[in-house]
């Protein structure tokens, strides 16, 4: 049991004030014994003892985006190496460009929506994205089977350089 002055300064910092106090007990316990977040906010991930980087908390701890590289007019694969069956597949550039679930049709947005754009594989969650253009350049990100972002990936969109020739006649 902690101290009244303990528990005091807890509930009582500046926000406090203004706001009253927005913990219970229960969230000052479990934020002296660093184990888990106050109820009123986002799940801590913890990594496990074994080192291996695992997450044994609820939510896992997100990989940095993985960089891919594509050039001016060509096409590009985004995988989100999937190791579930798939329910429901979300690829997002801020605002969804793909999606499809169990039981309905795949629906394309904004990049995706003009004919033959992007394809996307129900088996795999690979979006294929074709006729690339300097615009597409972004962080892109995959929801898989309702569970929040899978993975993201940073695009880079290289123009073609042009073609030299040093012995080439003329």
């Not at 003892?49 to 609820?58: T, V």
């Not at 679930?101 to 033959?116: E, L």
Request: glycine content about 8%.
């Amino acid at each position: 049991m902690p101290s009244p002055l303990e528990y005091l300064s807890y509930n009582c910092n500046f926000m406090g004030i203004f706001a009253g106090p927005t913990c219970s007990y229960n969230d000052y316990a479990a934020f002296t014994l660093h184990n888990t977040a106050p109820s009123n906010s986002a799940p801590i991930a913890r990594v496990s003892a074994a080192g291996n980087g695992a997450a044994d908390g609820r939510r896992q701890q997100r990989q940095p985006p993985e960089a891919v590289y594509g050039l001016t007019g060509e096409e590009v694969e985004l995988d989100p190496k999937v190791r579930e069956p798939l329910v429901s597949i979300r690829w997002n550039k801020v605002l969804p460009i793909a999606d499809w679930y169990t039981g309905g049709i795949q629906s394309y947005y904004y990049r995706c929506a003009a004919v033959d754009q992007c394809d996307l594989s129900l088996t795999t969650g690979v979006l294929k994205m074709k006729g690339l253009k300097a615009e597409d350049d972004g962080r892109y990100s995959v929801e898989i089977n309702m569970k929040g972002i899978a993975r993201e990936f940073d695009l880079v969109v290289l123009g073609k350089l042009p073609f030299t020739c040093l012995w080439c006649n003329k």
